[in-house]
Nanobody, 120 residues
Framework: QVQLVESGGGLVQPGGSLRLSCAAS????????MGWYRQAPGKQRELVAA???????NYADSVKGRFTISRDNAKNTVYLQMNSLKPEDAAAYYC??????????????WGQGTQVTVSS
C-alpha cells in the first residue's frame, strides 16, 4: 500500500518560514520524481516544485529563490523549505510521487495534503 504522508504545515506570519516533509512508503522512492503542488480555494492545483530521481529540480516562477525542494532517499522523504512566505503562498500543499519509465506507463500517487496559512 502506497502512502505519502505530509507534515509541517501551519500558520506563519508573512516573511516567515516553514519546512514541509513528505514521508513515502510502499514505493521504490529513489526511482520517483517527487513534487509539491498547492491548491488555494477556488483555484486549480499548481506545481510548486519538483525533484527528479537524479535530483534535478524545477520550480514555479512564483517561488523561485524562496522555496527549496530536496530529498533524502535513505529516509524516503522529500522536503520543501519555504522562506519569505507571502499571503499568496497560503494553500493546501500536496506531495506527489510520479514514475513514468516508458511512454504509456505511469505510476502517480498523492498525499492527503497539509495546510499552510500565511497571515499576520
Amino acid at each position: 500500500q502506497v502512502q505519502l504522508v505530509e507534515s509541517g504545515g501551519g500558520l506563519v506570519q508573512p516573511g516567515g518560514s516553514l519546512r514541509l516533509s513528505c514521508a513515502a512508503s510502499g514505493i521504490s522512492f529513489g526511482f520517483y520524481t517527487m513534487g509539491w503542488y498547492r491548491q488555494a480555494p477556488g483555484k486549480q492545483r499548481e506545481l510548486v516544485a519538483a525533484i527528479t530521481s537524479g535530483s534535478t529540480t524545477n520550480y514555479a516562477d512564483s517561488v523561485k529563490g524562496r522555496f527549496t525542494i530536496s530529498r533524502d532517499n535513505a529516509k524516503n522523504t522529500v522536503y520543501l523549505q519555504m522562506n519569505s512566505l507571502k499571503p499568496e503562498d497560503a494553500a493546501a500543499y500536496y506531495c506527489n510521487a510520479n514514475y513514468s519509465p516508458v511512454q504509456g506507463r505511469s505510476w502517480n500517487y498523492w498525499g492527503q495534503g497539509t495546510q499552510v496559512t500565511v497571515s499576520s
